[in-house]
């Protein structure tokens, strides 16, 4: 920190000699002197002033960047090529592992399929299906047609135009639009509907799958350990999601191709046509 001269003005120049004796006999050397010392104090004060500058310029870079790498960890942003992100989080005490295809065409099928398919990044069980006869339970529409009726569960997604729409409706009209489009739609149990958790009357506890809206991307959320539906539904919330169905849980069979080409596979393997999967497919 500077000292300051209480007995000189910052626009005054200080002559120093001592008493009995005549001033310089060179009076524009103390002048001279006087420009160069304010010639330096500032440059000093430009530098100063230039590298603090700099460390504030850099500081704010920094801050910015790990703002940048937070927001995508936690909400990742669509990009050309088509992939999938998976990443784990925590919320309201309950692992997470978030699974968001980007970029992917969504389909609903019936009957076995596997990783061995390249084509396929993502899939993971869906509607319910009945084994001794195939029936799918409630609605269901596989490429313009109609699989099953029936209205046993209120939530649904539907599958129109390489869009997923996932809500809580016994009359959505999205029924019909998934008919006339040649799209899909099942139906399953209702999680969260427009921000709000759905009340389940099971407490039952196991590991849980959903099908979520997150702003304007869709993901697969997964517990790691069991939990009642409710306990899942206020963690969505709590994570930011603003609609989601229950999947075919449990220790249900799924998948999903990483970057590196990775299968990561989990759950248990059910082998049997009287399946149904929504998968993300390369487009």
């Not at 120049?13 to 004796?21: A, D, F, L, P, V």
């Not at 969504?106 to 069980?125: Q, W």
């Not at 991307?217 to 069991?226: D, G, P, Y």
């Amino acid at each position: 920190m500077r000292k300051q001269l209480n007995d000189i003005k910052d626009d005054e120049i200080r002559e120093i000699y001592s008493e009995g004796t005549s001033k310089s006999k060179f009076p524009f050397v103390g002048i001279a002197l006087a420009i160069a010392a304010i010639a330096i104090l500032i440059v000093g004060g430009y530098l100063f002033f230039h590298k603090d500058t700099e460390d504030k310029l850099q500081e704010d870079a920094i801050i910015e960047e790990s703002t940048i790498i937070e927001n995508n960890a936690s909400t990742p942003k669509e990009c050309g090529k088509g992939e999938i992100i998976a990443y784990d989080t925590v919320c309201n005490n309950i692992p997470l592992q978030v699974i968001v295809p980007i970029n992917l065409q969504p389909r609903l099928i019936i009957g076995d399929i596997s990783p061995e398919n390249d084509s396929i990044k993502l899939a993971t069980r869906a509607a319910d299906i009945r084994e001794d006869n195939g029936e799918v339970v409630s609605a269901c529409v596989i490429d313009g047609e109609v699989i099953s009726l029936g209205i046993a569960k209120k939530g649904f997604c539907a599958i129109i135009n390489n869009t997923i729409m996932i809500g809580c409706d016994e009359a959505t009209s999205l029924f019909d639009e998934s008919i006339e489009c040649k799209g899909y739609f099942f139906r399953q149990y209702a999680l969260i509907d427009n921000g709000e958790p759905i009340s389940n009357r099971s407490k039952f506890k196991s590991n849980r799958i959903a099908l979520c809206q997150i702003d304007n991307q869709t993901a697969i959320i997964k517990t790691s350990e069991s939990v009642s539906l409710n306990t899942f539904a206020d963690a969505l919330v709590a994570f930011g999601c603003k609609n989601a169905i229950s999947l075919n849980g449990g220790n249900a069979y799924g998948w999903y191709t990483d970057k590196n080409g990775t299968h990561n596979i989990y759950g248990n393997k059910f082998n049997s046509d009287h399946v149904t999967y929504i998968a993300w497919f390369e487009k």
